[in-house]
């Protein structure tokens, strides 16, 4: 079965200063694995996605994430953090050719003038 | 953008009472899912759908919950009788096959008292 660890329920960084939100997976099988983002009282909203081909992704907001096999491992990065990035950030997994996807617990990122 | 629009977006009721959630997918999107979030246990995947038929809702307390789409532009969650346990925020989402990835609806906030 297929799961996801979000390290870090919460990080805190200055504006301007870099992301990192980390997030481990685990399948049994090639994984497709995703980032959404969470504004208050909205719902989440698709940041990137990881799909087999570059392991390195960029998505929406200037945020990207690198797919390394042989850590099991999906983080996502923006190089400089702006006000607006402060959300909570999902991580999730789905396993290739499949379409049911498990969400990591997330992570609240806070951003500090 | 074309949305996923969920109705309604807050919901009080009282113990016992029948609540019906309803959500509009994506027009073209065959695949419509439904998470609950919670702040103990996180998103929680209920049901989903391809193709209007059920494929999974093993997530989903039997005897109180129950889903269905009635046709393409109409998925519907209800729970029959409401415990003050539902309460939390109920997310329909639509996705295809040729785009991994979902877009969520902004959500109903459910609470029993």
């Known amino acids: 079965a297929q799961s996801v660890t979000q390290l870090g329920s919460h990080v805190s960084v200055s504006e301007g200063a870099l992301v990192l939100l980390r997030c481990n997976y685990s399948?049994?099988?090639?994984?497709?694995l995703f980032w959404y983002v969470q504004y208050p009282n909205q719902g989440l909203q698709l940041l990137l996605k990881?799909?087999?081909?570059?392991?390195l992704v960029k998505g929406i907001n200037g945020f990207e994430a690198e797919f390394k096999k042989s850590e099991t491992s999906f983080h996502l990065t923006k190089p400089s953090a702006h006000m607006s990035d402060a959300a909570e950030y999902f991580c999730?997994?789905?396993?290739?050719?499949?379409?049911?996807?498990?969400f990591g617990a997330g992570t609240r990122l806070f951003v500090k003038a | 953008d074309a949305r996923v629009t969920q109705t309604p977006r807050h919901k009080v009721t009282e113990m016992g009472q029948e609540v019906t959630m309803r959500c509009q997918p994506i027009?073209?999107?065959?695949?419509v899912f439904w998470y609950r979030q919670t702040m103990m246990q996180g998103l929680e995947l209920l049901a989903y759908?391809?193709?209007?038929?059920?494929?999974?809702d093993s997530g989903m307390p039997k005897d109180r919950f129950s889903a269905e789409m009635p046709d393409a532009t109409l998925a519907t969650l209800k729970i029959q009788p409401s415990e003050p346990r539902d309460s939390a925020v109920y997310f329909c989402?639509?996705?295809?096959?040729?785009?991994?990835?979902?877009?969520f609806g902004s959500g109903t906030r459910l609470t029993v008292v």
């Open positions: 027009l073209g999107h065959n695949t």
């Open positions: 759908f391809r193709n209007r038929a059920p494929l999974d």
């Open positions: 399948s049994s099988v090639p994984p497709y």
């Open positions: 999730a997994v789905s396993l290739t050719g499949g379409f049911k996807t498990i």
């Open positions: 990881y799909t087999s081909a570059a392991t």
């Open positions: 989402a639509s996705g295809d096959r040729l785009n991994y990835g979902y877009t």
